[in-house]
């Protein structure tokens, strides 16, 4: 019944901008914290941010602060990430899941590219 669909990844250049959407059904979704994840090719999958139930609170991992922007749109069901200034050692799958450690069935994520 949980399902998250990942959208809006893309192929860019360094310096480009790529907005990420993540539709979530099937769960209390305006009561949980939820986080964007990223895993590239042979590496393991790593947090990018977090953003509270409401909205009020977000965290990123230190390699994008300053260049992407968490939200959330409960009535919607709807979680985003902004991605400014894009560089090549961001390109990856990104998913979307609750923030607890306690993590629903992964999505197929959505493949963002930076190449130069």
């Known amino acids: 019944e949980v399902q998250f669909v990942e959208s809006g990844g893309g192929l860019v250049h360094p310096g480009g901008s790529l907005r990420l959407s993540c539709a979530a059904s099937?769960?209390?979704?305006?009561?949980?914290?939820m986080a964007w994840y990223r895993q590239a090719p042979g590496q393991v999958r790593e947090l990018v941010s977090s953003?509270?139930?409401?909205?009020?609170?977000?965290t990123y991992v230190d390699s994008v602060k300053g260049r992407f922007t968490t939200s959330r749109d409960n009535g919607k069901k709807m979680l985003y990430l902004q991605m400014n200034s894009l560089k090549p050692e961001d390109t990856a799958v990104y998913y979307c899941?609750?923030?607890?450690?306690?993590?629903?069935?992964w999505g197929q994520g959505t493949q963002v590219t930076v190449f130069s």
């Open positions: 099937g769960f209390a979704f305006g009561v949980y914290d």
């Open positions: 953003i509270s139930n409401n909205g009020a609170r977000t």
């Open positions: 899941n609750r923030a607890s450690a306690v993590k629903y069935m």
